[in-house]
């Protein structure tokens, strides 16, 4: 018998429509196994698995939070904003989705042709993401590894498609104030997601992007928990956004097989409460 986590939520997850490995049908049916009291679908710069992912929550008696994650940046780092609570009919949203999603094919052609530049050619046929989801990086590693050139689609990642690798291209980004906008007219709260990893290996680095960030796109919240967050993390955060007085938000970052965090749980230490599933009325 599966644990019963009724009392936490899992608020930043992917599925086959961006660049996870489970279907929204399937990652709805698993939080229902489990027991979580609502998961979020967040998938990167798609709302493509809401309906479905909608629809098995009604059938399977599963609350389902519509989300989304947008990629921006902000003083030379990579940014992440998940949408939560949106309407995925929005056509503001849809139309800044589109155009995301052009950037994406305009950029994952350059690295293609960067990396075979180098000595790695890749065809465009190799790369393409199961159940015909969001073609992102990931896919592009996994590539690179089945050929040979990384014993990992990880070390693939970090040895070629990271800023100054061989195959790393500069995207053309809305600002975070952009993505919160278009949140916004999509009916949601924009949380600033991960701020461990916005500077990676520099925390102080990151959380001046993040004060940053936060003063100047309007945003609602942040993640307050995330897989990767050790304790001094989640203090911080919270602090952050008590200091901000901002709604907290927090996930596991799940993509199925693609990584080790696992649904509800991120790297075991992990703890959403389900009240912040809650959309506040003001």
């Known amino acids: 018998m599966a644990e019963k986590w009724a009392d936490r939520a899992d608020l930043h997850t992917h599925t086959t429509a961006s660049d996870g490995t489970l279907s ?9 196994e489990l027991g979580l009291g609502a998961v979020a679908i967040t998938d990167h710069d798609t709302v493509a698995g809401l309906a479905e992912g909608l629809a098995a929550g009604e059938a399977l008696g599963v609350r389902v ?36 999603r052009e950037e994406r094919v305009r950029r994952n052609q350059r690295m293609l042709e960067r990396l075979a530049q180098a000595g790695m050619p890749v065809a465009p046929e190799e790369v393409e993401p199961g159940g015909g989801g969001l073609l992102t990086r990931i896919h592009i590693a996994e590539a690179l590894a089945r050929k040979g050139w990384a014993a990992t689609p990880v070390e693939a990642m970090e040895r070629y498609l ?18 919160g ?26 959380l001046l992007v993040a004060r940053q960030v936060l003063e100047e796109a309007g945003l609602d ?3 307050a928990r995330y897989a990767t967050y050790d304790r001094q993390w989640e203090a911080l955060a919270d602090s952050l956004a008590a200091e901000r007085g ?7 970052d799940f993509h199925g097989d ?15 409460p389900v009240a912040w599933a809650e959309k506040p009325e003001n």
Do not use: M
């Open 221 to 223: 919240g942040l993640e």
């Open 258 to 272: 693609r990584k080790p965090n696992r649904l509800g749980e991120g790297l075991g230490q992990l703890f959403v």
């Open 162 to 179: 990271l800023p100054g690798r061989p195959g790393w291209v500069e995207k053309n980004s809305p600002s975070p104030k952009a993505c």
């Open 65 to 100: 939070v519509p989300g989304v994650e947008l990629s921006t940046s902000q003083a030379g780092c990579e940014v992440h904003i998940v949408g939560l609570f949106i309407r995925p009919d929005s056509p503001a949203l849809l139309d800044f989705l589109t155009r995301q």
């Open 24 to 32: 929204p049908r399937q990652l709805v049916a698993l939080a229902g």
């Open 246 to 252: 901002l709604l907290r938000s927090g996930g596991s």
């Open 181 to 206: 906008a278009v949140i916004h007219q999509a009916g949601g709260l924009a949380y600033l997601a991960h701020l461990d990893r916005i500077g990676r290996k520099d925390r102080q680095r990151g």
